[in-house]
């Protein structure tokens, strides 16, 4: 996603009509998305800071309950190698599923492969790596994807899927995995490794390749072609899709069918999200500043519910299995900030994103829907 002061590589585009968000498919064309999902990567944190969570009648609850009566059946983990804030590292990431897996819900760990965001357009190695060769590389991605899969599996939380790599649009471990001139080898020989690490741990994980090509299906044809024309095994298509940034629902439709088709995988939209108000809870900017709102939808708490729908529907009649709310949790906590080298003093940028106020009260307009 576009966190706060992470390069914005993607051009804001007009949004379209809101009759179009209900977006036309033949008849026969029925589907149900299963995998209903929430990246709650933030939320550990808060919790230790002593947030509280309030579902739609007002009385304080466990946010995960919250999250499972709104229709969530899926949650997504962020990994990083060695975070300054110790948050979102192994041991974190091993604490936070056992409370997921309690709860019965299913998850996704998300490889940054990084001491910090790793997105579209920056793609750090951890200092552990930053001078290691692609040989060891290879080996680096191997070894620290099997040790975090065993370490969730011997506590009894194996992950249910896996992302090698967040938002790889151009590769990963730059400049070591980065696809330059059209050459996808490198980036193909770690995203290998990581695929037979992950299998070797736990043969029914998904592994899955993630993207923030909703924007253009002549991109995702380029990324997708490359890897499969070096022969990288993979389980899901993965996507972003912020409207204010990746168009429209339209063109949405058109690039998760033609993935679809094209690859012959479950394609899922691994993170989107809406505004609810264009205000600022706190001293560091939003992320989406509520300058560009999409398909008619207010920035209230019913425009972003109705957007998530939206989407949703769109997902769905395009026949994608899943979409994840990225950080409906990740309300305005002092301490909590986006920084991981600073995190108590850098601010949220997602404080009007999250599907709870500033108080912590759910929208309770937003669902997910099958």
């Not at 947030?51 to 499972?68: M, V």
């Not at 899926?74 to 060695?82: D, H």
């Not at 998530?308 to 305005?332: C, H, I, K, L, S």
């Amino acid at each position: 996603m576009k966190r706060s002061l992470r390069a914005v590589i993607a051009t804001a585009v007009l949004a379209v009509a809101a009759p179009l968000a209900l977006t036309a498919v033949p008849a026969h064309a029925a589907n149900t998305l299963s995998y209903l999902g929430a990246d709650v990567s933030t939320l550990q944190r808060s919790l230790d800071l002593g947030a509280k969570y309030y579902n739609k009648s007002g009385t304080a609850a466990d946010p995960y309950d919250i999250l499972r009566s709104a229709g969530v059946n899926y949650t997504r983990l962020r990994i990083w190698n060695n975070p300054a804030s110790g948050y979102n590292n192994k041991a974190k990431v091993l604490q936070q599923a056992r409370a997921i897996k309690a709860k019965g819900l299913r998850l996704l760990i998300d490889f940054h492969y990084s001491d910090t965001w790793a997105d579209p357009g920056k793609q750090y190695p951890p200092a552990a790596w930053s001078t290691h060769s692609l040989a060891q590389m290879q080996t680096d991605v191997y070894n620290y994807t099997y040790d975090v899969c065993t370490s969730l599996k011997a506590q009894g939380t194996t992950p249910d899927s896996v992302q090698i790599g967040n938002e790889i649009n151009v590769g990963m471990l730059w400049p070591t995995g980065k696809v330059t001139n059209n050459n996808f080898a490198p980036l193909a020989a770690l995203l290998k490794q990581g695929y037979n690490a992950t299998k070797a741990c736990n043969a029914g994980t998904q592994v899955w390749i993630h993207t923030a090509d909703a924007d253009s299906d002549a991109n995702a044809r380029w990324f997708y072609d490359g890897i499969r024309a070096q022969g990288v095994p993979w389980d899901v298509t993965a996507l972003s899709y912020y409207c204010m940034w990746h168009g429209t629902l339209a063109n949405l439709y058109n690039v998760i069918a033609d993935v679809k088709s094209r690859y012959g995988k479950p394609v899922v939209i691994a993170e989107t999200a809406y505004m609810f108000t264009k205000a600022d809870a706190d001293g560091t900017a939003n992320s989406i500043p509520g300058t560009t709102t999409c398909d008619g939808q207010p920035a209230t708490w019913t425009g972003q519910a109705t957007q998530f729908t939206y989407v949703q529907n769109t997902a769905r009649n395009a026949g994608a299995v899943g979409v994840f709310y990225w950080e409906p949790t990740w309300y305005a906590i002092p301490g909590n900030g986006w920084d991981p080298a600073n995190i108590n003093g850098s601010g949220d940028g997602w404080d009007n994103m999250a599907a709870f106020d500033w108080t912590g009260h759910v929208n309770p307009n937003i669902v997910w829907t099958p």
